[in-house]
């Protein structure tokens, strides 16, 4: 017996898909046999990505996403269910920061970090479950899944990040509503809260000094890599996921149990 990892048949939308998790997240979830439908503002980016894609055999598109712009998500879902089919699985991956202290912050940067992480966060995710909600009605034993992308961040308060500690710790908490709302319509919400991450974003800050004095002070002194994630993502996403539900998943290295 073993973990259910063929995703053939399937339609995946991730959004924040042009880097960094998001692509790694695209593609492994394409490797699983899943049509992947590739979201952000950044389309260039996601072409590159949806050409790496087919390059080792697998099906991507590319739809323009900003996901701070409730247009924008309605658009961009409804495209990508023309252009690939109903959506099974949402990875809610999109998200950004800033580092300073709470009292610098001002309500530009409050809003450009909540309409993102939250706002946006939801509305792509009510927009995607009013189509799951619609296509379980008429087939109460279609299984869908919603995974929320949120951080340890929303689970521990970090140093000069306090508004996006704020946030991710609404997505927790949304991860937990729309799991006992949605429930009933076979969609599974879930979170991944995952630790610090090495990716191309902030591979070089990981780097330096400042870097190197918070890689030292974690659990085992490194900061996990993009393919550390795959195992749960791919456990969330798929059929042998049934039972789990409003799972909030710390994936951190041992961060959070300190």
């Given at each position: 017996?073993?973990i259910?990892?063929?995703?053939?048949?399937?339609?995946?939308?991730?959004?924040?898909?042009?880097?960094?998790?998001?692509?790694?997240?695209?593609?492994?979830?394409?490797?699983?046999?899943?049509?992947?439908?590739?979201a952000?503002?950044?389309?260039?980016?996601?072409?590159?990505?949806?050409?790496?894609?087919?390059?080792?055999?697998?099906?991507?598109?590319?739809?323009?996403?900003?996901?701070?712009?409730?247009?924008?998500?309605?658009?961009a879902?409804a495209?990508?269910?023309?252009?690939?089919?109903?959506?099974?699985?949402?990875?809610?991956?999109?998200?950004v920061?800033?580092?300073?202290?709470?009292?610098?912050?001002?309500?530009?940067?409050?809003?450009?970090?909540?309409?993102t992480?939250?706002?946006?966060?939801?509305?792509v995710?009510?927009?995607?479950?009013?189509?799951?909600?619609?296509?379980?009605?008429?087939?109460?034993?279609?299984?869908?899944?919603?995974?929320?992308?949120?951080?340890?961040?929303?689970?521990?308060?970090?140093?000069?990040?306090?508004?996006?500690?704020?946030?991710k710790?609404?997505?927790?908490?949304?991860?937990?509503?729309?799991?006992?709302?949605?429930?009933?319509?076979?969609?599974?919400?879930?979170?991944?809260?995952?630790?610090?991450?090495?990716?191309?974003?902030?591979?070089?800050?990981?780097?330096?000094?400042?870097?190197?004095?918070?890689?030292?002070?974690?659990?085992?002194?490194?900061?996990?890599?993009?393919?550390?994630?795959?195992?749960?993502?791919?456990?969330?996403?798929?059929?042998d996921?049934?039972?789990?539900?409003?799972?909030?998943?710390?994936?951190d290295?041992?961060?959070?149990?300190?």
């Amino acid at each position: 017996m073993g973990i259910e990892v063929n995703f053939e048949g399937k339609i995946a939308l991730v959004t924040g898909a042009s880097s960094g998790l998001g692509a790694r997240f695209a593609k492994v979830l394409a490797q699983a046999g899943a049509q992947v439908v590739l979201a952000s503002r950044r389309s260039e980016r996601l072409k590159e990505l949806r050409a790496e894609i087919e390059a080792e055999g697998g099906a991507a598109h590319v739809v323009n996403l900003d996901v701070t712009d409730y247009a924008s998500i309605k658009s961009a879902i409804a495209h990508t269910e023309t252009e690939a089919g109903p959506i099974d699985i949402l990875v809610n991956n999109s998200g950004v920061s800033t580092t300073q202290r709470l009292v610098d912050v001002t309500p530009e940067d409050y809003n450009f970090i909540m309409d993102t992480n939250l706002r946006g966060a939801f509305f792509v995710a009510q927009e995607t479950a009013k189509r799951m909600i619609a296509r379980a009605k008429g087939d109460p034993t279609k299984a869908h899944r919603i995974i929320n992308i949120a951080s340890v961040a929303g689970l521990r308060v970090l140093p000069q990040i306090g508004v996006y500690c704020m946030s991710k710790a609404g997505v927790v908490q949304m991860t937990k509503a729309m799991a006992v709302e949605w429930g009933k319509y076979g969609i599974n919400t879930n979170a991944i809260c995952p630790g610090y991450i090495s990716t191309e974003i902030n591979e070089e800050y990981f780097a330096t000094e400042q870097g190197q004095k918070l890689v030292a002070m974690l659990p085992r002194k490194r900061p996990g890599k993009p393919e550390d994630l795959d195992g749960l993502l791919l456990l969330l996403a798929g059929e042998d996921a049934n039972f789990i539900n409003g799972a909030i998943i710390s994936a951190d290295d041992g961060m959070t149990a300190t």
